[in-house]
T-cell receptor, first 113, second 111 residues
C-alpha cells in the first residue's frame, strides 16, 4: 500500500519546455490535490479534484493545467515552463474520505532554467 | 493575503524541554485546524488536528490548543526529542477538504 506516489522525483527544464507531473493514489478516495512549496510561502494549492472528471482552481493556478482521467490518477501539466515555476510539487489525497486530513506524496523537485 | 500565518520562521529548543509553535489565522470561516511535520526531501506528514468546537486535543507528546476568540492555535511538544527537528506547518480548513497552510516554522532540538 504505497498511498500517494509521484513521478518524477526530480526534473530540470529549460524555459518554454513542457512537462507533466504524475500522481497516483491507491486509497480509492475521490479528492486529490496539487500543491507547490516555496521557501517562506508554505504550501499553496494549485488545483484540486473533488471527484473523477472534475477539477477546480486553487490559489495559484496560472501556468498550469490538470487532468483527472480516473479515480486513481491526477496529473499536473506545465505547458510552457517559466523560472517562477521552480518549486517542489506535492500531490495529496485525504487519509479518510470522511475526514479533512490529507496524505502527501514524496514530492517532485522541479528546476526551470 | 496570508490567511494562515506562522510568524516564527525558526525555533531552537533544548532536548527534554517544551517546544511551542504558534499559528494565527484571519478567516473566521475556518473550522478545522491541522499540524503537519516535514523532513527534508519528504512530503508533509499529518501530526494532529483540532475541530473548532474544541479548545484542546492531545496525542502523546503533542497537544494542540485553539483560542477561537484570538484566532490563534499552538502546538506543544513535551518533552522535545532530537527526532522532532523538522519544519512544522499549521493548516486550516473551511470546508470541501481544502487546506490553507502557514509558511512553516523550522524546529531544531539541541542535545
Amino acid at each position: 500500500n504505497a498511498g500517494v506516489t509521484q513521478t518524477p522525483k526530480f526534473q530540470v527544464l529549460k524555459t518554454g519546455q513542457s512537462m507533466t507531473l504524475q500522481c497516483a493514489q491507491d486509497m480509492n478516495h475521490n479528492s486529490m490535490y496539487w500543491y507547490r512549496q516555496d521557501p517562506g510561502m508554505g504550501l499553496r494549492l494549485i488545483y484540486y479534484s473533488a471527484s473523477e472528471g472534475t477539477t477546480d482552481k486553487g490559489e495559484v493556478p496560472n501556468g498550469y493545467n490538470v487532468s483527472r482521467l480516473n479515480k486513481r490518477e491526477f496529473s499536473l501539466r506545465l505547458e510552457s515552463a517559466a523560472p517562477s515555476q521552480t518549486s517542489v510539487y506535492f500531490c495529496a489525497s485525504p487519509r479518510d474520505p470522511a475526514r479533512t486530513e490529507q496524505y502527501f506524496g514524496p514530492g517532485t523537485r522541479l528546476t526551470v532554467t | 493575503d496570508q490567511q494562515v500565518k506562522q510568524n516564527s520562521p525558526s525555533l531552537s529548543v533544548q532536548e527534554g524541554r517544551i517546544s511551542i509553535l504558534n499559528c494565527d489565522y484571519t478567516n473566521s470561516m475556518f473550522d478545522y485546524f491541522l499540524w503537519y511535520k516535514k523532513y527534508p526531501a519528504e512530503g508533509p506528514t499529518f501530526l494532529i488536528s483540532i475541530s473548532s468546537i474544541k479548545d484542546k486535543n492531545e496525542d502523546g507528546r503533542f497537544t494542540v490548543f485553539l483560542n477561537k476568540s484570538a484566532k490563534h492555535l499552538s502546538l506543544h511538544i513535551v518533552p522535545s526529542q532530537p527526532g522532532d527537528s523538522a519544519v512544522y506547518f499549521c493548516a486550516a480548513s473551511g470546508g470541501a477538504q481544502k487546506l490553507v497552510f502557514g509558511q512553516g516554522t523550522r524546529l531544531t532540538i539541541n542535545p
